[in-house]
């Protein structure tokens, strides 16, 4: 699926949701977390494209493969938190949104630990 396309299910998307939201907020919720799902779900084959790149490099000798896979996790809970709050946005949560932010930000941070402690050995060895 095109970005064309992509965009076209996501403008549906909000027309709908614009047009029930006075008559029924649940629903707009809904056709709200719908849209979001089937643009999610269309953009998941790009995924295989991304997967078989990183395969290549994370069997090569001396590699270390370890900070892709970290930064892979990483990349992924970024994505989860931002989808994740804006669904509570457009519940009108913004509370709720900011706390689920706040939490992917410390687990990234939490994740990266590993990275940031290798970047500083390596500065720390050529500094002497």
């Known amino acids: 699926m095109n970005i064309f396309q992509i965009v076209i299910i996501g403008i549906v998307g909000v027309l709908l949701v614009l047009s029930i939201k006075e008559k029924s907020p649940e629903f707009a919720?809904?056709?709200s977390l719908i849209t979001g799902v089937i643009v999610l779900i269309a953009v998941i084959s790009q995924f295989d494209t991304i997967f078989d790149f990183?395969?290549?490099?994370?069997?090569?000798?001396?590699?270390n493969s370890?900070?892709?896979k970290i930064l892979l996790k990483i990349l992924g809970i970024a994505y989860v938190t931002q989808?994740?709050?804006e669904i509570?946005?457009?519940?009108g949560s913004v509370s709720v949104a900011s706390?689920?932010?706040?939490?992917?930000?410390?687990?990234?941070?939490?994740?990266?630990?590993?990275?940031?402690?290798?970047l500083l050995d390596t500065v720390k060895g050529i500094l002497g």
Request: with cysteine; hydrophobic share 45%; charged share 20%.
């Open 83 to 85: 989808f994740g709050a």
């Open 66 to 68: 370890d900070y892709i």
């Open 29 to 31: 919720l809904g056709t």
């Open 88 to 91: 509570c946005k457009d519940a």
């Open 99 to 118: 706390k689920i932010e706040l939490a992917g930000k410390v687990i990234i941070l939490s994740y990266g630990v590993p990275i940031i402690i290798s």
């Open 54 to 63: 990183l395969n290549r490099y994370l069997t090569i000798d001396g590699f």
